[in-house]
């Protein structure tokens, strides 16, 4: 709604909003650097009148040059303890809230022990000013170190039928801790709902016309793929975007996807997709038949190749 992706009308994004707490949506995800700043205040003035009914994250750990505005804005990492706790801060007054419910690091900085930066995040625990803690993106020896430190809650990551990298260890490792899973892009950055056939069909400051798999050529190649997806979803009577969400959620009881939705159409037919119950052997199909080394182009190029890193 305010970051990447191109952004909306603040009055329809509040509209959206407030439809999902109607749906019984009961967690919203945001971080300081989506606008920067701005979706955090939106979150939080849309959510006021709802605070008691839903959970709110968000996340933080990069440095942020707030003269620019998007992916742009992003200038490297940073979680040194004192840079956790100014911006715990700050998410807190632009919220409008007295404690977060879940603070994430949004990316491990590795110029600083993991230990620093959560004992800094476990302090604002006992402070009161934070709930619960998560990770984004982090392996599976940085979630057990920082675990071992304070219980992490959830650990954030992208994930979906084309990018499956916490496969293994890292979803063994949630598994094993008691540790919710998140991802995010759960769709594909969109690309899995169908919609998107070639990159004149993103805006002008979409990020998603910089990463290699939205390239001409690419797209070309992905778009046959998605067309397996609507096909299956079809005779299933659904959309390729439900069919895609409900894999996600098959992989496990402890996932909870976090799709994003600005048109309040595409956040009701998300919140269908959680009553789409498939088979173990429709799970293996479409697993198989849309894996990720089918799809043409990395994950990230080199625009936004650091933000990958673990």
């Known amino acids: 709604m305010s970051h990447a992706y191109g952004g909306q009308d603040e009055n329809e994004s509040i509209r959206t909003l407030h439809r ?15 606008g920067p700043f701005e979706n955090e205040i939106l979150v939080g003035k849309a959510l006021k009148p709802h605070r008691d009914k839903v959970v709110i994250a968000t996340k933080f750990g990069f440095k942020i040059d707030p003269s620019k505005r998007g992916v742009g804005a992003m200038a490297g990492v940073d979680g040194r303890p004192e840079h956790v706790r100014a911006v715990a801060e700050a998410s807190l007054k632009r919220l409008g809230v ?12 590795p ?32 979630i ?28 063994d490792t949630c598994r094993e801790l008691g540790i919710g899973f998140v991802p995010f892009s759960p769709l594909g950055r969109g690309f899995l709902t169908g919609k998107f056939q070639k990159p004149d069909d993103f805006d002008a400051g979409d990020f998603r016309r910089a990463l290699p798999r939205f390239s001409p050529e690419n797209m070309t190649a992905n778009v046959a793929l998605v067309k397996l997806l609507e096909q299956m979803a079809a005779d299933k ?19 909870v996807p976090i799709p994003g939705a600005r048109k309040i159409v595409h956040l009701e037919q998300n919140v269908a997709a959680a009553d789409i119950a498939l088979a173990p052997e429709e799970i293996a199909t479409l697993g198989n038949m849309l894996a990720p080394e089918k799809f043409a182009g990395s994950r990230y190029g080199t625009v936004g190749a650091w933000v990958s890193k673990k």
Request: proline share 3%.
């Open 20 to 34: 999902a707490v109607d749906l019984g949506v009961t967690f919203f995800d945001t971080a300081e650097v989506y």
């Open 237 to 255: 009577g659904v959309t390729a975007a439900q069919l895609a969400l409900a894999w996600v959620m098959g992989q496990g009881n402890f996932i």
């Open 111 to 142: 110029q600083v022990p993991i230990e620093d930066t959560v004992g800094a995040m476990a302090d604002l625990v006992k402070e009161g000013k934070v709930r619960a803690l998560g990770l984004s993106e982090a392996g599976a020896d940085i």
């Open 98 to 109: 007295d404690v977060i419910d879940l603070f994430y690091q949004h990316r491990v900085d």
């Open 144 to 171: 057990r170190r920082a675990h071992a430190v304070h219980p992490i809650s959830a650990l954030q990551s992208e994930y979906s039928l084309w990018t499956r990298d916490p496969e293994g260890e890292v979803l």
